[in-house]
Each structure stands twice: as structure tokens, then as C-alpha cells.
């Protein structure tokens, strides 16, 4: 065999092994997604009210009571958290730090909670957004959810409420950081194949 006939044909299996690695991988990492999802979605309060490692919650409030009762469920949850009491505060804060949760007051002294909220998702595109309204304002949690916000809560706040809302929110961002990791994997993968195509179609020296 000539010798650019032996790299073509070593280039050929190891693109071969490649594509089988890639497939056994792909394979195994959507079962992985798929069993964590199900004992999530079958998990106890327990095992799904705690925050993803590195939690970083920002909380854009100006009631000092009701962001307290924020802060005493977010603490017990392992959740490092600011507290701010503006819309401009919380779009500064943005500026440094990258949160996975912000929490936003509807009704703010220096503008709109919706508003603001369509700010923070331009800033924060991977935080997830929660709104807090009161009973009669149906419209604002609705324009809220349009315009990106995960969900929202209804003021006067509970303990009960905002753990009951949070252990969901959390169950959902543990599926969601374990999709990303898969999709970086795959991603990866794919760019090693796309390196053997071009080596494989680079002229021989």
C-alpha cells in the first residue's frame, strides 16, 4: 500500500472510531438527561428546593419585609444573595456580577418592575426572571411572562409560596444546566469530527 493510500485508510478508521464514540456518547448522555430528569420530576421537596452549586440570587425589592422573607428562604437554600432596592441598583449590579435568579418587585420607586424586568433579560440572558404582583394585576404577571420572566409570585409573599415556587424553579435550572452541559459535549465531539474532515482533505506534503 503506498503510503498516501495507508494515511487515507488510517484517517478513514479513525474518523470510523470517531463517529462510534460520538454515537455511544450522544447515546449514553441522553439517558443520563433522561433519568436525571425523571427522578427530578419524581423527587421529593427535599431533593429539589436546593439551588444549583453557585447560585447567585439577585433580589430588586424596596419593601424591606417582604424582601426578608426572599432572603430567609434563598439563605436556607445555599443561595448567595444581593438585595437591592432600585431599578437602576439592580441594572448596576448586573454590570459585575452574573446571577442565575433575579427576582423583581412590580411596583418599583424609580420605574416600572416591567420594565426593569425587560432591562435585566437583555443584561442577564442566562438568569431566569421571576415577578412579584399582586392579585389584581393578572396583566402584568402576563406581560412579564411575554417578555421572558419564568414565572411570578403573588404578593403578600409566603414562606410556603416562595419555597413551593423556587423548588420548582430549581428543579427546572438543574435540567437546564445538565441539557447545556450536554449540548457543550456534543458540540465538542462534533468539532473533533469536523478536524478529521479537514485533515483528511488537507494535500499530502
Not at 487515507?8 to 441522553?30: R, V, W, Y
Not at 448596576?92 to 456580577?97: G, V
Not at 396583566?139 to 403573588?154: E, H, K, P, S, Y
Amino acid at each position: 500500500m503506498t503510503e498516501d493510500g495507508s494515511k487515507s485508510s488510517t484517517l478513514i478508521n479513525e474518523l470510523i472510531g470517531m463517529i462510534d464514540e460520538f454515537l455511544q456518547h450522544m447515546s449514553l448522555l441522553e439517558q443520563e438527561n433522561r433519568d436525571l430528569r425523571a427522578r427530578l420530576e419524581n423527587a421529593g421537596s427535599e431533593d429539589t428546593d436546593t439551588a444549583p452549586e453557585s447560585s447567585a440570587v439577585l433580589v430588586v425589592d424596596a419593601d424591606k419585609a417582604q424582601s426578608e422573607v426572599l432572603v430567609r428562604v434563598l439563605q436556607k437554600r445555599n443561595c448567595g444573595t444581593t438585595v437591592v432596592t432600585s431599578g437602576a441598583e439592580a441594572l448596576a449590579s448586573c454590570e459585575k456580577n452574573d446571577y442565575s435568579l433575579i427576582i423583581v418587585e412590580s411596583k418599583l420607586g424609580d420605574g416600572s418592575g416591567l420594565d426593569i424586568l425587560k432591562q435585566l433579560a437583555e443584561k442577564s440572558p442566562n438568569a431566569d426572571l421571576l415577578i412579584i404582583v399582586g392579585f389584581t394585576s393578572a396583566d402584568t404577571a402576563v406581560q412579564a411572562l411575554r417578555l421572558g420572566a419564568a414565572d411570578f409570585l403573588l404578593r403578600p409573599l409566603t414562606e410556603e409560596d416562595v419555597v413551593e415556587k423556587l423548588s420548582e424553579l430549581f428543579k427546572q435550572q438543574q435540567i437546564k444546566t445538565r441539557s447545556r452541559r450536554y449540548l457543550n459535549n456534543l458540540r465538542d465531539r462534533y468539532q473533533k469530527l469536523l478536524k478529521v474532515f479537514y485533515d483528511a482533505g488537507k494535500p499530502a506534503n
